[in-house]
């Protein structure tokens, strides 16, 4: 048996939120985030303004998340932070912070990888959430990634299927922006999506061999459409957009569906879980459920707060490290880039 009385803070600062979070024994005390509101006017994320934000926020997030907590720092059992993949600048505020805190209170530092982090967060100790028993297929859909992943144990995750250009983030952001919505749009294409009618545009999926995802050319489909559209009238954006907006998230939905039968069909494995920023997409929460039912398939969906980067999933993947005395030195660095 594990000690039952692990402490463990967690420090999120891949992209544009600054987020801490205290687990005890798995469960969540605390978990706080300050989104970065400056990125809007850009249309998208700016590295340099991002990592600036990070160094005035960290100290204050990290000092909520302990108050939340009603515990002092004196009483944390080890340190967890995102080493990547992510923006450079953003990720060294985090390893620098963490290392430091690490070094000062003498206790354990432990290193994320922000993508196991994702799928570890449907282990973090919820009465009403189920968790997924080992092997389970994890579809991890973010801004900057698109993955099935086969998950053997908490750090045993094998990616049998990724995007060859763009994630399905970066599609749903792309085609709100051809839309004229203000960035982040992948949240408005839903919001429409929800009164419109699925079938009004179809729109061709991309035909990409294997698990293997393509994003770029339904995003140069969607483009010609609408330029097309408009020329012949300019109000077409303006008096189609729910059904616009739900035909281009049902045919996004339509791609990441074909690919996970296939993924079910070649492992035999039956148990899928969602993961990332875009598994908070009501029509594929909606679509994955139904699929319970339509494929015999057992379906985990996580809570909202653990689907766009936070801090409880890099605690709760510092947790199994720590029970794993699976420890990181001070020579450990950032890495933008870095492997499932």
């Keep these: 048996m594990p000690p039952q009385n692990i402490f463990i803070l967690g420090i999120e600062s891949s992209c544009d939120d ?3 979070a205290v687990l005890h024994n798995g469960r969540i005390l605390s978990n706080v985030v300050a989104t970065q509101e400056i990125h809007q006017k850009y249309g998208g ?26 515990i002092s720092k004196n009483e944390l ?20 912070f963490a290392k430091s805190l690490s070094l000062g209170l003498k206790i354990p530092l432990l290193d994320v990888n922000h993508m196991q982090a994702h799928i570890l967060a449907h282990f973090i100790e919820e ?24 998950v053997t144990n908490y750090f045993e995750m094998e990616v049998i299927g990724e995007t060859l250009d763009d994630a399905v983030g970066e599609a749903f952001d792309k085609s709100a922006k051809i839309l004229g919505l203000p960035y982040p749009g992948g949240p408005l294409v839903d919001k429409y999506a929800q009164k419109g009618d699925p079938k009004a545009f ?17 995003k140069t489909s969607i483009l010609y459409f609408i ?43 039956k148990q899928i879980a969602i993961a990332g920023g875009v598994s908070a997409n009501s029509g594929i929460r909606q679509t994955l459920k139904e699929a319970e ?30 029970i794993s005395e699976d420890f990181a030195d001070m020579g450990v660095t950032a890495k933008a880039r870095i492997k499932m």
């Design 77 to 96: 059992s080890a340190i967890a932070f995102t080493r990547g993949p992510g923006l450079m600048g953003s990720l060294l505020v985090g390893t620098s």
């Design 293 to 322: 039912t339509k494929y015999h398939w057992k379906t985990f969906v996580p809570k909202f707060e653990y689907t766009t980067d936070n801090a409880a999933m890099i605690a709760i993947a510092g947790h199994y490290k720590y």
């Design 18 to 20: 600054t987020a801490a």
């Design 202 to 218: 179809p729109f061709p999926k991309p035909k990409v061999e294997g698990l293997n995802f393509s994003f770029s050319g339904l």
């Design 127 to 150: 009465k009403e959430f189920e968790k997924p028993h080992f092997p389970f297929l994890a579809l991890t859909i973010s801004g900057g990634h698109t993955q099935i992943v086969k």
């Design 45 to 70: 994320v700016v590295p340099e303004l991002a990592s600036r934000a990070h160094q005035q926020n960290i100290v204050p997030v990290i000092h909520e998340a302990l108050s939340r907590a009603g």
């Design 227 to 269: 330029q097309k559209q408009v020329k012949e009238d300019p109000k077409f954006i303006e008096d189609n957009i729910e059904d616009i907006c739900a035909s281009i998230q049902h045919t996004i939905i339509g791609v990441l569906m074909d690919k996970l039968k296939k993924a079910v069909k070649q492992t035999g494995i």
